[in-house]
């Protein structure tokens, strides 16, 4: 058995404001979620949606996950830019430097994204969310593969990548070194067993396969809440 990756999940001040900015660059609708905050289906068959939950904390580091999105000319890229920059983005310098050839971004609450440049090889076939691009070990790249069933696109120098046999966007993790962790991921993602499966099951084969318990405070809910083996935040949600 595996699950299926259903949302990639942001703690927003303003859920609401958060969301509208995403739809802004990705396109895409703009929904209450069905489970608890504001929902947004990219225009682009990502396989999973995007899901901004209310938060009270702020921003304080950077965040282990990011998007990469791909562009098919510096014309576009330049696009890119200037409309997340209209819509309430700003730059960023995180020691990125001119000739790496992509455009590093935080959204209005701070969360970190990148506009990649015309030519990357590795992103070449894949859609305008080319990567979610995390801070990880070689370990965690394997707890993902067979976490969600995905096959490995990338096992070199500890950097791994997946992608879902369906297409979509790849997951990267850029191995060693790896930032501590400083509190609580403001991105995770959300889980849910395959159609027929059980959540009880579910939890025990990821636990198995190296994620453990823990507690962040959700008190009674329905879904679960685990880490995976470099302490990354994920939640198990029963079947609907």
């Given amino acids: 058995m595996t699950c299926d990756l259903v949302a990639l999940c942001f703690d927003a001040n303003d859920p609401w404001r958060l969301a509208q900015f995403w739809a ?71 020691g990125q430097r001119a000739e790496e050839g992509h455009v590093v971004l935080a959204d209005p609450e701070g969360n970190e994204f990148c506009v990649i440049g015309p030519g990357n090889n590795f992103l070449a076939d894949c859609g305008f969310i080319g990567a979610l691009s995390g801070d ?66 579910e939890v025990d084969r990821l636990i198995a396969l190296g994620a453990r318990r823990i507690d962040i405070g959700q008190g009674e809910v329905s879904w679960v809440v685990l880490a995976d083996p470099d302490g990354n935040e994920f939640c198990v949600l029963s079947p609907q």
């Avoid at 997951?171 to 027929?196: E, M, Q, S, Y």
């Fill in 24 to 94: 802004g660059v990705l396109g895409g609708t703009v929904a209450d979620d069905p489970r608890d905050g504001i929902a947004l289906w990219p225009a682009e068959d990502t396989g999973f949606r995007l899901r901004f939950r209310p938060t009270r904390e702020p921003k304080v580091s950077p965040n282990h996950l990011h998007f990469d999105l791909t562009s098919t000319s510096l014309e576009n890229q330049q696009e890119t830019v200037a409309r997340s920059l209209a819509l309430g983005a700003r730059h960023i310098d995180i």
């Fill in 136 to 201: 990880g070990s070689q370990q965690v790249g394997y707890f993902w593969r067979d976490a969600l069933g995905w096959p490995l696109v990338w096992d070199q120098d500890e950097e791994t990548a997946i992608r879902s046999p369906h297409g979509g966007p790849k997951i990267t993790w850029g191995g060693p070194p790896v930032n501590p962790k400083t509190g609580k991921n403001r991105l995770h993602f959300d889980l849910a067993p395959t159609a027929g499966g059980d959540q009880r099951n």
